[in-house]
DNA sequence: CTGTAGACTTGGAACGTTCTAATTTTCTGG
DNA sequence: CCAGAAAATTAGAACGTTCCAAGTCTACAG
């Protein structure tokens, strides 16, 4: 006789063991149950049976998990073969017959075997896992960034995973501990402004090739993949002088990044070399993107001397600064000079279009990625790239304009 | 006597082993070895002796791998206790006692262990990561749409990473099969063009949550979380009817996406709704991006008979088309009118503003995550999702510069 | 028939966790 | 000092792969 029987489980296993197992009454009778059973089922669907009956209980127990995933001996019984020899398939080893090989795919197919990524990870550390970890998704800059990179990889037959760090060095934190759990065989970081330098020593420790792209962290173990900002941000204001400009200002980014201290460094050379003293006031920091940029300009044009030209520490700021002229009824091109860098696609839309640095987002992502890959394989030095930039000259400059006059 | 002793390895493995385990001629004497070793390791480190002497090349390889990763077992050693308590530990159970938890916490810290989700994974099922796979990162819209829907995961605990199908079903299929096999423990999709109903039957079975956004899969099983296309391209087009025009295009996106045949679908019924026939060739197909949007206007604008207004498939495209404007030296919203759709960031800084069908892409997003992690949970329900939308009157539709004259 | 080389195949021990069921320790009230 | 409950701990079996070492075939020469 039943004494009582406790569900506690989702309705969908109750269906399962209902449906699969035909746990009922009668069932129970005809294993001859007298008793308690308990059943809970924990929210990942492990069952737990307390009770006396043990056979019942395995038999619930099995029943329960019955439908578990395919696996690699499902596929070595239903092809008459051993686990080794499926394995041998899956990584295409040249050590199986053809016929064999055939008739294992054909069982795979056939069950909908799904390969276990994680099983495979735990035996041999070697993963097909590369990840990306971005300061900034909503700049268009990385994105462009992240497409180069991602190219490379999937050609190479790595997946590459993107994980946004905001600009958070927490986060960025977060996010690299999680790509070291997933045991990641390599990693692109642009690391997030404040990064400490022992931020990749966990991941040097284990052997995980670390390439910094776009920015430096000084003293961190580990390749990098950078443009020639101080050379861009040289360019540039050279550029500007040679227009006429005197008072020229450099406008967003944080003065903690190495891209902003690059990037005003070039600057700085330009001025003095063409001996004109910086005037701290001209240089203005905040959020690289538009509203920095827009913010930064109202700053400068508060000033009793304004500039006539600004460099930007990136395109988004440069859009931001363009948006403020309109706004005050100014023109760049003409009234004022605007310079970007990066040279991000939207650049040659901007109205005018955006005269800026082109940083080649793409060649430094592929760059970026070849360099991991080279690490992956073997290669353990950590190589320093310098990326080449060139200044793209259209409107906002007002070169165009005097060239035309 | 030793015969020979043959290394192939890293140098930095030589170290090690010269190190932790003083293998030198003294050692192998000691050892008694006469004859030949050969280690050789692979590029993961893992050492393959061949030679006649098995006590010490047990030694070696041992040696060799003893500078293996610090696993739970190394921690339980260490602070006298078992891998079952340090695993409880490690889940933060209220079962064990505070002074062994912290005597555990110390003893992690001091062998710098690492979390090996792998290991986990193969034994439970349940994972804290989310992948997000989106069809075109370079569009800005989607980079927001990932922005919102990463702040939901990262708050619950969960980890997300991107990945980008880049409109390709072969390499979302590609992305897909990797994210299982890493095993996810769900999913958000923005399905790709061409997505086959069958993409996600693999995930289902495993029954892994999956959430499309955007767009729909016909016959997929999977929740969605989607825009009110057809409402808003009807709002957008009854706004142009109401402005007087009467000859408007409907311009980008591919025809075998539900995005466009939903947007174009509102604008039908606006059309007909204020009796107007649509006129087929002021329908124009491409790709939904900048150039995509100035070929198209290119192609209306060729027409006999023009359009006065144009409702785009997105922002970007709605972008191209002011760019292609200001080549053929119009401007929108005097001479003609430019609609958008999605109301990227970027919309209220173009140039002129632009006019747009606001969807709440962060809302979305994080709508999605909700479901996502609902169905994580145990909710089953696929449910679906529709995302109101609303008109941003800009300037580009001339509705601004009609009020002031 | 034997030996052996080569081509395939395979059993079984890892890998580092989690989970269950059980055991040990500690606490409580008599 | 004991029984029983509660708290804390633990042994050991999974999980699904890979890799090594050791097979079993087949073919062919002697």
Redesign the interface.
């Given at each position: 006789m039943i004494a009582s029987l406790t569900w506690r489980c989702?309705a969908?296993l109750r269906v399962g063991l209902d449906a699969d197992c035909g746990l009922d009454a009668k069932r129970l009778w005809r294993y001859g149950f007298i008793g308690t059973i308990q059943i809970s089922l924990s929210?990942?669907r492990?069952p737990i049976a307390i009770g006396q009956d043990r056979t019942l209980i395995a038999e619930l127990k099995d029943a329960a998990t019955r439908r578990r995933?395919v696996t690699l001996i499902d596929i070595a019984r239903h092809a008459g073969v051993s686990k080794s020899t499926v394995s041998l398939v899956l990584q295409s080893s040249s050590l199986v017959k053809e016929e064999t090989r055939q008739r294992v795919r054909r069982s795979i197919d056939e069950l909908?075997y799904?390969?276990?990524?994680?099983?495979a990870?735990?035996r041999?550390?070697?993963s097909?896992?590369v990840g990306m970890v971005i300061n900034d998704?909503?700049n268009?800059f990385f994105?462009?960034l992240?497409?180069g990179i991602?190219r490379v990889f999937?050609t190479a037959g790595y997946?590459?995973?993107?994980?946004?760090s905001?600009e958070n060095p927490w986060?960025q934190a977060?996010?690299l501990r999680?790509l070291?759990?997933?045991?990641v065989a390599g990693l692109i970081v642009c690391p997030s402004r404040g990064t400490p330098r022992d931020a990749f020593k966990?991941l040097n420790?284990?052997?995980v090739p670390v390439v910094l792209a776009m920015r430096r962290v000084l003293g961190a173990k580990a390749a990098s993949v950078i443009p020639d900002n101080q050379r861009g941000g040289r360019k540039a204001t050279e550029h500007l002088l040679s227009l006429g400009h005197r008072r020229i200002a450099f406008l967003g980014g944080y003065r903690d990044t190495f891209a902003h201290a690059e990037r005003s460094g070039g600057y700085r050379l330009a001025l003095e070399a063409a001996n004109i003293d910086v005037d701290p006031e001209l240089i203005v920091v905040g959020p690289p993107n538009?509203e920095g940029g827009e913010a930064a300009l109202g700053e400068v044009m508060a000033l009793s001397d304004t500039p006539t030209a600004v460099l930007c520490f990136n395109d988004v700021v440069a859009?931001?600064v363009l948006?403020g002229l309109?706004v005050r009824g100014l023109s760049a091109g003409s009234d004022f000079a605007v310079v970007g860098f990066d040279d991000v696609?939207?650049a040659r839309?901007a109205?005018p279009a955006l005269t800026t640095v082109a940083v080649d987002s793409g060649g430094l992502g592929e760059r970026a990625a070849q360099t991991v890959l080279r690490m992956i394989?073997?290669d353990?030095r950590p190589e320093e790239a310098i990326g080449d930039v060139h200044l793209v000259i259209r409107e906002s400059c007002g070169a165009k304009a005097r060239e035309a006059a």
């Open positions: 989702s969908e929210p990942q492990r995933r909908g799904v390969y276990n990524r994680s099983a990870n735990l041999q550390a070697r097909n896992m998704l909503a268009p994105a462009e992240a497409v991602e999937q997946v590459p995973f993107i994980a946004n905001a986060r977060e996010v999680s070291r759990e997933q045991g966990d420790r284990d052997g538009r859009f931001g948006s309109k696609a939207d839309y109205s394989h073997g353990a």
